[in-house]
């Protein structure tokens, strides 16, 4: 393999590497002080030709003066039985229906709601249920062995207190 080295000072040290590990002919200092400006120099020689503009910064305002700014496209919720505009809702919600296909639209949901629940959880769902048991047994053990801890905490806090005043109490 013939070892790489910069193009600029004929270094083969710290050459520019990318994230797939090609190396370049050119170090990492004659990149910065030599290829950047370089190109910054001919991108703008470009944009200046081409647009009259020399930085992107510039040609990005001006192309914002010369477009009118465009009005954000809004796509209406429409009934999909029927295209009312006229949809329900509920809350923040909106439903793709309107108030005569209600009805209809809560069925359609159900069955696909049905379909999609035994498609992705099917039989394996029957087969993972005393996992669940138990996990759902474990996590209860676990809630009750805190709820119990923090109670018997409370309990020796309260206990600490009522000493505490006690001993006051008795100083004064
Ligand atoms: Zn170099
Ligand atoms: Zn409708």
Not at 72 to 82: A, D, F, H, L, R
Not at 120 to 140: A, D, H, R, Y
Request: with cysteine.
């Amino acid at each position: 393999m013939i070892e790489k080295k910069c193009k600029h000072c004929g270094t083969t040290k710290d050459l520019r590497t990318n994230k797939n590990g090609v190396i370049y002919n050119c170090c990492i200092t004659c990149y910065k002080t030599i290829e950047v400006p370089d190109q910054i120099y001919k991108t703008n020689e470009a944009l200046q030709k081409k647009y009259g503009s020399s930085s992107f910064g510039m040609l990005r305002s001006d192309r914002c003066k010369q477009m009118p700014k465009k009005e954000p496209t809004i796509t209406k919720k429409t009934c999909k039985y029927c295209g009312s505009e006229n949809i329900v809702k509920k809350g923040k919600y909106t439903y793709r229906s309107c108030e005569l296909h209600w009805k209809q639209f809560q069925k359609d949901a159900d069955i696909k709601r049905k379909k999609t629940n035994l498609e992705v959880n099917g039989n394996s769902n029957l087969m993972k249920l005393p996992e669940k048991i138990e996990k759902f047994k474990n996590t209860m053990l676990k809630n009750m062995v805190v709820s119990i801890l923090c109670r018997i905490l409370n309990l020796l806090k309260k206990e600490e207190r009522i000493t505490y005043q006690n001993l006051a109490a008795k100083d004064q």
